[in-house]
């Protein structure tokens, strides 16, 4: 069992000064890779005051105790099963003890363990919100195989119509995604593209905006993922491998999603591996449109293997790789969007990393690295007609046909000080981060039309140029960060990080500020905050649109006569010295541990920024005179000339209130509220793929969510082998804008919302023996209430339909079959 695998090995006793009793060790956990950041709190039977300590990069720790005794030894860390009530003998002179943490794990039989989500911490001064794979796997939000779903269980967190996932009011590109230390942004879009089984995960970590020197690409905070690992026994688990029936309009095979994970040693004691393997059928049914026409497929398929190799007791090399395919016909169909304006869509991603930690003396580290990701993309519409939009929705053929290739290789090195003293004790850390980023598309666009109710075009959009493009950008990075304990109750880190890529040429200097402090006689409670200049990362997507093809509008009549045009809009850099984006973040808050090991915590957000790049339409400016001639035509009729400039500006605030609390066996829940306002002056990004016509482009940001009430849990019952989940989220509807027939945006920007979104998915689970093998079943239903979360309106004015809304999951059984294997 977990539990009993969370040992002492070993206490010694070593002649030391006379009186002095000192506790020296480390902390590793089950396959000896070293514990950082580990709570070791000792206390006297008797009473008396509890003494306090952490574990360096490298496992190690100290401490000196008041004098000689027995002593209750408690150590805890975010994903590892807690070390309770463990009892030492303390001698004068030094006394050595190494700890060992299991990982948490899904415990199946009634063991009484406890992983801890996070007691404060007064070795961190950011905020950061800490979930285990076995937490993933216990709430019950929709379509639990894919971890881009489980994002949204986060205070912080909130997942967009589409699926978009956004972290403290950030765009997606703005947070920054990382596997085993390896940044897994998209290298185009800069978004979490990437599919990784839930099973897959042993953890994941939410930074705020705030974090430290070693992250510089995500100005909204980093969200980082660790595998999988093995250890010396084999395990082996199934989900969902036999498809399920549903009813919706028609007994049909249901959303099929199996899903594998094998894990055990290469060599024990030495070697190990974990590897996720899993496949999602969907279908998707539009319930508006008629039978026949109303529904669509999709496979995706994806794996990653995950290995550990301790070459020696200090030289630990991790080698891994991630798989994704996906083949989606008939993409994006909806009740305003038929079969005909769907696309094919096909792509696939190769992610492969390699990294060395070598551990030296005094808690000195060195950590060397490479990763390599690919990703490839292909947009097919359903034939070559033009794109109508009309106030019944859309007719036609989407007028995007496209093939992108992307790649990144990413080399880093990080080195963690030994430990010194100077008016407190210092923890230095430095490293520096090189990227070569790579773009290549082939893009051929036909046509989009407005038309009215009747069909008459009111504006029809051709493209002409070559859309066959490359691009490549270089990126490097450095960074120091120190974490001063000035006062045992009382740390700062401060650090600096300096960015610079090929593209801007800027050298920008990020400083982060923060602190940490307990007040006295408060023991159990820090106040916390500070300050962070962040860079946001260049987008290769922005600096390609001036070599992509352009656009040539015709305007009509309401007989259908042409009017006006046809008329350009091509994009310009004029400026070859542009500043970077950069946002300054603030946050203050505080945490408390209440009785009952409940968390309370309360954080303040601040984010602001600006320099931010958008292209904006300079006709009517006296900075810029139109050219003479274009691609071969004389005399041009310009709509617009779009320049990028650094005129972006964006402002978030949100005030968070969190509550958590683990109850015996892994059980546990969580409530949390945010007040939020996300706003930009550059709500939409003007591209050539965008055809909405813009005066203001100022509003709310389309993720914007006021209020956010979010709740899940899963708690035991009178029956041991029997859990109630329950995952509740209540928020403010997004915001969206209406458009007139032309395609001109009507009034202010986002100045309408849906309604009010509520889910309630209420499940039941019991996990059983059968024939010397763990089986785990939960059934239940999502959006139990039946709310109707419309996620699509008709936004155009003069429409029969104008602001119906449609869309959004009714109520729905679900049946999760598990293979839990021998445990």
């Not at 209440?594 to 303040?604: G, K, M, S, Y």
């Not at 139109?626 to 990028?644: E, W």
């Amino acid at each position: 069992m977990a539990a009993s695998r969370i040992i002492l090995t070993l206490v010694l006793w070593i002649p030391a000064l006379a009186g002095e009793v000192r506790l020296t060790g480390r902390i590793v956990s089950e396959t000896g890779t070293p514990v950082a950041g580990a709570r070791i709190t000792l206390r006297q039977p008797s009473g008396g005051a509890a003494v306090n300590t952490a574990s360096d990069p490298t496992g190690a720790f100290a401490c000196t105790l008041p004098e000689a005794g027995v002593y209750e030894l408690e150590a805890d860390r975010e994903g590892y099963f807690r070390l309770l009530g463990r009892a030492l003998e303390m001698r004068e002179g030094a006394n050595e003890a190494q700890l060992v943490l299991n990982r948490v794990r899904e415990v199946v039989a009634s063991v009484d363990v406890i992983a801890n989500p996070g007691a404060v911490d007064m070795d961190r001064t950011t905020p950061q919100m800490a979930l285990t794979g076995a937490e993933l796997l216990k709430v019950p939000y929709p379509s639990t195989n894919t971890l881009r779903n489980a994002l949204r269980i986060m205070p912080g967190v909130v997942q967009d119509g589409r699926g978009g996932v956004h972290l403290h009011g950030g765009a997606e590109e703005q947070t920054q995604y990382t596997l085993e230390g390896f940044q897994i942004n998209d290298p185009l879009t800069g978004r979490f593209e990437a599919r990784i089984g839930v099973e897959a995960v042993q953890s994941m970590d939410a930074t705020a905006g705030r974090p430290g020197a070693e992250f510089g690409k995500g100005s909204s905070g980093v969200l980082a993922f660790h595998s999988r690992t093995g250890d010396d026994k084999l395990r082996y688990s199934a989900t969902n491998f036999i498809p399920g029936l549903e009813y919706r309009k028609g007994l049909t095979v249901g959303g099929w999603t199996p899903r594998a994970n094998l894990s055990g040693p290469w060599r024990r004691g030495k070697a190990w591996f974990s590897d996720s393997f899993d496949v999602q059928y969907v279908v998707s049914v539009v319930r508006d449109l008629p039978k026949g026409d109303d529904r669509t497929t999709s496979w995706r398929f994806g794996n990653l293997l995950h290995n550990q190799v301790n070459l020696t007791n200090s030289n630990i090399l991790t080698i891994g790789s991630l798989v994704n395919l996906w083949y989606a016909p008939r993409t994006g169909l909806s009740v305003l969007d038929p079969l005909e304006t769907t696309v094919d869509r096909r792509s696939r991603q190769y992610f492969t990393y390699i990294k060395d930690q070598i551990f030296f003396s005094r808690g000195a580290l060195l950590e060397l690295g490479y990763a390599n990701n690919r990703t490839f993309g292909r947009e097919i519409p359903q034939g070559d007609a033009v794109y109508i939009i009309t106030p019944w929705g859309k007719r036609g053929n989407y007028f995007v046909n496209a093939s992108r290739k992307a790649g990144r290789d990413q080399w880093l090195a990080n080195v963690f000080l030994p430990g010194f003293r100077f008016q407190g004790e210092h923890r230095l850390k430095a490293g520096v981060d090189l990227d070569r980023l790579s773009y290549w598309q082939n893009v051929s666009r036909s046509g989009i039309e407005y038309a009215t109710l009747d069909y008459v075009p009111v504006r029809r959009t051709i493209y002409h140029g070559n859309g066959q493009l490359h691009r490549v950008n270089l990126e490097m990075a450095g960074y120091l960060q120190d974490s001063w304990r000035l006062r045992p109750r009382l740390l700062i880190e401060a650090g600096v990080r300096i960015d610079w890529d090929r593209i801007l040429r800027n050298w920008n200097l990020s400083p982060r500020l923060g602190f940490a402090w307990s007040p006295f006689g408060l023991e159990g409670t820090k106040v916390f905050g500070g300050f962070a200049r962040i860079f946001d990362a260049t987008s290769l997507r922005i600096f390609t649109r001036p070599y992509d093809q352009y656009s040539l509008s015709t305007y009509f009549a309401p007989d259908g006569t042409p009017i006006r045009g046809p008329a350009l809009s091509i994009y310009r850099i004029d400026n070859p010295s542009l500043a970077s984006p950069r946002y300054h973040n603030w946050n203050l808050g505080v945490e408390h541990q209440l009785p009952r090991l409940i968390q309370a915590r309360v954080n303040f957000v601040h984010r602001r920024g600006s320099r931010g790049f958008t292209y904006l339409n300079g006709l009517g400016c006296e900075c810029i005179e139109p050219p003479d001639m274009f691609d071969g035509i004389r005399n041009p009729v310009f709509d617009a000339i779009y320049r990028l400039s650094t005129e972006r500006a964006d402002r978030y605030d949100a005030v968070e209130i969190t509550l958590r609390q683990p109850i015996r066996q892994q059980y546990e829940w969580l409530f949390s509220y945010t007040r939020s306002k996300a706003q930009s002056n550059a709500v939409i990004d003007q591209s050539i793929d965008e055809p909405l016509l813009i005066d203001d482009n100022a509003g709310a940001l389309p993720w914007d969510t006021p209020n956010r009430w979010l709740s899940w849990g899963y708690l035991p019952t009178r029956w041991k082998s029997l859990a109630v989940a329950y995952l509740m989220e209540w928020r403010s509807g997004f915001p969206f804008s209406i458009q007139d027939g032309n395609g001109q945006v009507a009034g202010t920007l986002n100045s309408h919302r849906f309604a009010a979104f509520f889910e309630l998915n209420l499940h039941v689970e019991r996990k059983v023996a059968f024939r010397g093998q763990w089986w785990g079943v939960r059934f239940g239903f999502n959006n139990i209430t039946n709310h109707r979360n419309a996620n699509v309106v008709n936004n155009v004015i003069g429409s029969p339909n104008f602001l119906y809304v449609y869309g959004g999951q009714g109520r729905s059984f679900n049946v999760r079959l598990r293979w839990l294997g021998k445990q």
